[in-house]
C-alpha cells in the first residue's frame, strides 16, 4: 500500500478522508464533522460540542506568549465556534499535557486566563484531564453550547445572491504574531539579554488582537436583536479565504469578495507595510481574528447595512463561477486557501 504524506491533504483533507465512513448511528446526533461544532438533539434545545488541541511550538510561543494570555486564548477559540453557530457557550472541560519544566505557579497562571474568560462570557468549568508530557505544554479544550432548534447556522445555507458580510477588522491578529516574532528575533540578537525593551509602541491593538482577542458574543446578540439570522456562518480562524472556501464547499455556491470592501485596521496597515508584506493579502490569509464571515439574504441589505462594525464585502453566485477577488482595477483573482494549514511543510 503506497503511503501518502498528510501535508499532502492538508488539515481539512485530512479529516474529510479519515471521518468518511463514520456515519451518524443515533437519532441525537445531528450534525457531526464539517462545521465549526457538532449538534446534538436532547429534548427542546440543541447542544453544541467543539474541541480544540493546542500545541506548543505549533499554536504558541511561550518565549513571548503569557501564560494568563494563552489560557485566555485557549477559552476563548471555543466560545468562538458555539457563537459561529448562533449558539451560546455554556461549558467547558480543560485537558492538559505538562513537561517537568512547568510549576505549580505556571499553571496556576495558565488558569487565571481561562478563569477570566469564563467570568467574561459566562461559562462554567466543568471537568478536564493531566498528564504528563515530553514535548512541552498541551491544551485540549472541548466546549459545549445551546441553541434553541430553528435557530443554529450551518456553513452550508448560503443561497445565490446573499450577501457575505464580516465583523470587525482582518489581519491585525497575524501582524500582531509578525511583531512578536520580530521582536523575539531582536531580543535574541540584542547584547542587552534579559534587559531589552521590546518596541511596543502605537502597535498596541494588534498585540492585543493576537494575546487576547475576543469571541464576537456582540455580534450574534446584535444579529438578534435587528432580526436578522444569517444563512450561513463561521469564524475567521484560518483566514478569510480559507473560511470563504468552506463556506463555498459546503453550500454548493460561488462568491465575490472586492479588495477595496475588506475592512483592515489602520495598525494593521503600517505594519504591514513596515515589514514589507502585502497588506490584502494579510487580511485574506491570516487567521485568528476570530471575527464573525456570515451570508444573508439580499432582502437583510438595509438592515445590515446600519449595523456598527458589520461590513458588506461581496456576494455569493452560482457554483460555476468559482470563488474570487474582485481587485480595485475590477480584474479577478481566484481566491485559493492559503491561510493556516497545521500540516503545511515549512518552506
Known sequence: MGQTEISSLGEFGLIDRITQDFPLRNHSSKYGIGDDSAVLEFGDKLTLVTTDLLLEGIHFDLRYVPLKHLGYKAAIVNFSDIYA???TPKQITVSLGVSS???VEHIEELYDGIRLACEVYGVDLVGGDTSASVTGLVISVTCLGESDKNDVVYRNGAKESDLICVSGDLGAAYMGLQLLERENRVAAQSKEGKNFTPDFSGKEYILERQLKPEARKDVISMLKDKEIKPTSMMDVSDGLSSELLHI???????CRVFEDKIPIDYQTAIMAEEMNMNLVMTAMNGGEDYELL??????????????????????????QLGAAMVTRDGSEIPIIAQGWNAFKKDE
Do not use: A
Open 248 to 254: 463555498c464547499k459546503k453550500s454548493n455556491v460561488g
Open 101 to 103: 519544566r512547568f510549576t
Open 294 to 319: 456570515f451570508t444573508v439574504p439580499l432582502t437583510d441589505h438595509e438592515k445590515v447595512e446600519k449595523l456598527n462594525g458589520i461590513s458588506i464585502i461581496g456576494y455569493i453566485t452560482n457554483p
Open 85 to 87: 453557530m448562533n449558539g
